[in-house]
């Protein structure tokens, strides 16, 4: 088989690691008799400041007929973060209703956990995040700037859609899995969205009475996540929450650069889009020393979406086989002194 694959690179270590993990991916397709036509978009924060806009504004349009897009990172200094933020991952997000954000967080053999007596496989759980709305969408306004009288309001918006989407994604993901389903609510305090929300998962949960529900309160949750992680397997939330919720899974997994994410509309009607967790990291830009893993299990969501399921497998494999190797090259974040390149050189070379 050929897929169409739309690549952007985005800003600061979204390029390194995407550069440096492509030779991997391809070595993956190759031995699976695969191949993999890319387009490559160089958009992000550098147009931005050369142009003014992300992306263009056909953008959409251009990666519509890609079979999946795969991002960096976006975010530079010189631009506020809700200007990269809103001027491409979330106009891509919305406009191709990628309304499941997947995100597995996995404890590897041969990673040191920072919370104790946590050893490899012992943390595994997926994230189902709402990807579209919730309190991300772009409601609100400012009114009497620099007054003292000055106001600000930002609206969270649920809607049937957005809400069913991703709860039966969840719901299906916990079928295949252990059958368990964790909701993450704060139906307490915000009474009409997460009220909502939880109606929601209680409606949809009629529809898979076999699987069992526990429902958290997020604050409740993330002390959680520390104190018991390995009971959680699929858990669900919304946009805010889970953003939140896969950073501190991503910690607890013994690095954000080792998180991987995925963006799904599961009608396939559109393109999804594959990301590592992380951001454009300016603190390591140019360094060389970012963690090119996050991009490549990122690789292997995409081609379980695309139902290649070996490639998948053999992308996983190599870091599994890579991480538990006290010999093999690593970087900083996860204890080691090795580059970029020099860990995906080695991971090309573990690819079966
Ligand atoms: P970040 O994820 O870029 O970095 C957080 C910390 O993790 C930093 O200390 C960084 O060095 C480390 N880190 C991240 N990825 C790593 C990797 N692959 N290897 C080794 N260490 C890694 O988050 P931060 O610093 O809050 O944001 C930087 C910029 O990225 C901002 O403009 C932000 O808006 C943007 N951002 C973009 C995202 C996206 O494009 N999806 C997601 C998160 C942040
Ligand atoms: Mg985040």
Not at 13 to 40: C, F, Y
Not at 245 to 263: F, H, Q, V
Request: net charge negative.
């Amino acid at each position: 088989m050929a897929y169409d694959i739309a690549v952007v690179p985005g800003d600061g270590i979204g390029t390194e690691v995407v550069d440096h993990s492509m030779p991997v991916v391809e070595e993956a397709a190759d031995a699976h008799d695969v191949s993999i036509n890319i387009t490559r978009y160089d958009w992000g924060s550098e147009r931005y400041l050369a142009e003014g806009a992300m992306m263009p504004e056909d953008g959409l349009d251009r990666l519509r007929d890609h079979d999946a897009i795969f991002l960096g990172a976006v975010g530079h200094p010189d631009v506020p973060d809700h200007v990269t933020l809103h001027g491409l991952r979330l106009e891509i997000t919305k406009g191709f209703k990628q309304h499941v954000c997947k995100r597995p967080s996995y404890l590897f053999e041969g990673i040191t956990s920072p919370l104790r007596n946590y050893g490899g496989g012992d943390i595994d759980f997926v994230v189902y995040r709402q990807n579209t709305e919730g309190e991300y969408a772009d409601l609100g306004g400012r009114e009497y700037e620099g007054f003292d009288n000055e106001v600000a309001v930002q609206s969270a918006l649920f809607t049937r859609e957005g809400t069913e989407t991703i709860v039966r994604a969840a719901f299906e993901a916990a079928t295949e899995r252990a059958g368990k389903l964790t909701n993450v609510t704060k139906s307490n305090a915000q009474a009409h969205g997460m009220v909502f929300w939880d109606d929601i998962v209680e409606e949809v949960h009629g529809d898979y009475p076999d699987v069992e529900v526990e429902r958290l309160l997020v604050d409740a949750a993330s002390m959680d996540f520390v104190r018991r992680p390995e009971e959680f397997d699929v858990i669900v939330a919304s946009n805010l929450f889970g953003d939140i919720l896969t950073d501190l899974g991503a910690g607890i997994s013994g690095s954000m650069g080792l998180a991987p994410s995925s963006n799904i509309d599961p009608t396939r009607t559109h393109p999804s889009m594959f990301e590592p967790v992380h951001g454009s990291a300016f603190d390591i830009t140019g360094e060389g020393i970012a963690n090119p893993i996050g991009t490549v299990l990122s690789w292997e969501l995409l081609w379980d979406h695309l139902d290649e399921g070996a490639v998948a497998r053999g992308l996983h494999n190599a870091v599994a086989e890579q991480l538990a190797d006290s010999g093999a090259p690593r970087t900083p974040d996860i204890g080691g002194e090795s580059g970029t390149e020099a860990v995906a050189n080695d991971l090309r070379t573990r690819v079966e």
